[in-house]
Structure formats: C-alpha cells, structure tokens
C-alpha cells in the first residue's frame, strides 16, 4: 500500500499542474499584447446594442407589414320599420337588410404607408450602426489610454532606477566626504518620488487595462506597443459612408415620406354598400347598393401636413450642418495629428540624444569625483531625458486619440458591423 501511495503522488502532483494550467489558461492567453484591431473586433463581437437594434427592426418589419393591409371589409344589418305606430306596428312591416360594405383606399395612401415604414427600417438600422461606432470609438480611446500608461510605467520604471543608481553613486561620494549630507537626503528623496510615480502609474495602467477587458471579454488585458508607437494615417473613405450623414439622410427621406402620407389623406375614400333586403309584409326580397364618401375640407390634415413639411426642413438644415461640422472637425484633427507627429519626430531625432549624450558627460565626470560636477546636475541632466520620454508619450497618447475621433467621424471601423446589418 505504502508503494501504492507513493507511486501515486507524482501523478497527484501532475493532477494538480494540469489543473492549475487549466484554471490559469484564460490569464495567459491574456498575458500577450492585445494590438488595436484585435481588440476592435472583439469589441464588435461583444456588442451589447445588436439584440435591441435587431428587435427594433423586427418591429419596423411589422410596421411595413401591417402598412400594407387594406381597409377591411364589414358585414352588417339594418332592421327598419321595427315597433311602430298605426299600420307600421310590432312587426308587420319589418324590413331586415342584410349588407356587405368596403372603403375603397385612393391617392395612393398604401403606396404612401408603405414608404413611410420602408424608411423607418432603414433609420433604425443606421442608428444601431451609429450606437455600435459609437461604442468602438470608446474602445480605441480606451485602448490608447491603457497603451500610453503601458507605456508611461516604463518611463517611471526608468526614473526609478536612474534614482537608485544615482542614490548608490551619491552615498559613495558622500561617504567620501566629496560631497555635503545633504546631497545623499535629496537622492533619497528622488527615490522615493520615484517610487511613488511608478506606483501611480502602475494603478493608472491598472485602471485602463480594466476599463478595456470590460469592453473586449477578457479578465484582463495588456494594450501592443508597437501599435501605439506607430505614428501613420490611413486615407479616410469616401463621405458617402458615413453612418452619421446616412442617418440624417435617412431621416430626411422618412420626413418626406410623411409628407406623402399626409398628402394621400386629402383625397377622400368611398365606402361602397350591396346587400339583400327582406319585407316581412307579403316575403318579397330585393337588392339594395348604395355608398358615401366624407365631405373634404382643406383644413382636416393641415396641421399634419405642416408639421410634416417643418420636420422635413429641419433635416435638411441638420444635413448641412453635419456635413459642416464634420468637414471642420477633420481638418482640426488632421491638423493635430500632423502637429503631434511632427513634434514626436524631433524628440526622437534631437531632444533626446542630446539629453542622453549630457547624462552620459555629466555622469562620468561624477563618477570619477571631480568637483566640477554635484548631484545636481546629474539630476538635472536626467531629469531633462524623463521630461522628453514623458512629453513623447503624451504626445503619442494625444495623436492616437485624436485617431480614435478621425476613424469615428469617417466611419473607418464600419466592414466590422456587418453583422448586425440586414
């Protein structure tokens, strides 16, 4: 037995690593970086708006149905001459007419109805496309945001350490007696600043990362890099595709639609009648037809009608306005974007090899304890590198947000809701 348990206690440990790699698979699937178009479509697979825009479109569906079915038809009777007076008595003259009746629909009022429900199907679609941009829009900022704290730990990481190796070198010299207690308090000092804007930035990263796995499906997720430091564009599509100006074009056309089917409601109907009727004085039957139509006063659908027309115009007005805007607000963001880039390149190509080339005189000079170089140099010197990284990441941060407005109001990200379209 004891052989028996032995042997069974390397397959119990094997046991207990399958199933901690089991439990752990989902956290390491997240572990690797998750690039911008990954978590787009993710996004777009976990949209939340599709079931109420899918139900809002089999309702519209049901509108257009039902605007298609005529008026119906009513069956009936009349008792005429029933409890009178003189000869006309309790029944002796009763007249019984049995009837058939129908509103015949003219001035194309179905035609009308029809359109106007055609068109509501498709401003319902395109609001569900509106909500669904909208949402992938908050996803590409909130994923900006997580890849620029990403990226602003590792320019506190890189603070940190410069702070400690400063504080070692400083301790050594004032050990020495080359330089005042005081130099060694303020590199403890540095340190500790340094550690407390690591942790701040290690909550912020926290925070983003948490905000983004909320919208993509994962428990946690880690934004790419490599994405966020790449500073391209992408021609912007034609504006015919544009879900906001579809929409108001859309609205435009149901507003017109109405118009229709306000003006098809001032050409009255005629309600035709055929029927048979029964004289109970002597058993005779005849047939009988008749009709009526309403007496049209210009006035009973006015108010519909103008009502109509206003909100025509004013989609019409809210369509040169959005294309206004719109042009505005491109032209400001490619503007930025421009600006951003062209800044980030010259921290790249003359800020940051210069302050490096000081950190590196300045420390060696340090380093060899002359007199001519304290630690406030060498802290001055470092703290001219971290300012420009810090600066370069939020210039990044700002270009790629501003990324996540162009592709919004261009409608870059539209081909990934094909699926909720009909």
């Known amino acids: 037995m004891r052989t028996h348990a032995r042997a069974m206690r390397p397959r119990r ?17 997240f572990a690797a970086p998750l690039d911008l178009p990954a978590a787009l479509a993710r996004a777009a697979a976990q949209d939340l708006t599709r079931p109420a825009t899918a139900a809002r479109l089999d309702a519209a569906e049901a509108t257009v149905r039902q605007a298609a079915v005529r008026p119906l038809p009513s069956l009936g009777f009349d008792l005429e001459n029933f409890a009178g007076s003189g000869s006309r008595n309790l029944t002796d003259s009763t007249e019984t007419t049995v ?10 009022k179905r035609a009308a109805r029809l359109e106007a429900a055609r068109a509501e199907i498709a401003t319902i679609r395109l609001r569900g496309e509106v909500r669904a941009l909208d949402a992938l829009a908050a996803v590409q900022a909130l994923w900006v945001q997580a890849a620029a704290a990403e990226a602003s730990i590792g320019v506190a990481e890189e603070r940190l350490a410069v702070a400690e190796r400063l504080e070692r070198e400083t301790a050594r010299r004032v050990s020495r007696a080359r330089d005042p207690l005081f130099a060694g308090e303020r590199a403890r000092t540095a340190v500790a600043q340094a550690r407390i804007a690591l942790d701040q930035a290690q909550e912020a990263g926290r925070n983003a990362r948490t905000s983004l796995a909320s919208y993509v499906g994962l428990a946690d997720v880690q934004a790419e890099l490599a994405g966020f430091e790449r500073l391209t564009a992408e021609p912007a599509p034609a504006a015919g595709a544009v879900a906001d100006i579809a929409l108001l074009q ?12 306000a003006q098809s409601r001032f050409v009255q109907d005629p309600t035709v009648r055929a029927g048979v009727r029964h004289f109970r004085d002597g058993g005779d039957i005849a047939f009988v037809v008749g009709g009526s139509i309403s007496i049209g ?86 703290r001219a590198v971290t300012e420009a990284r810090a600066r370069r990441v939020e210039l990044l941060k700002s270009f790629h947000l501003d990324g996540a407005q162009l592709d919004r109001l261009v409608g870059r990200h539209a081909p990934l809701l094909a699926e909720i379209r009909r």
């Open 99 to 108: 009837f058939y009746e129908q509103t015949l629909e003219r001035g194309g």
């Open 13 to 29: 440990g094997l046991a207990r690593l399958a199933f901690a790699v089991v439990v752990s698979a989902p956290a390491l699937s």
């Open 250 to 261: 859309a609205e435009r056309d149901a507003a017109q639609a109405r118009i229709r089917v």
């Open 297 to 382: 006063r210009d006035d009973a659908n006015r108010g519909n009608l103008e009502r109509a027309r206003a909100e025509r115009t004013a989609a019409d007005a809210e369509l040169v306005a959005a294309r206004a805007e719109r042009e505005r607000e491109l032209a400001r963001l490619v503007a930025r974007r421009s600006a951003a880039a062209s800044e980030v390149a010259r921290i790249d190509a003359e800020v940051l090899p210069s302050a490096r080339r000081a950190v590196s005189l300045v420390r060696d000079g340090f380093n060899r304890g002359g007199e001519a170089f304290t630690y406030l140099e060498v802290a001055e010197a470092q």
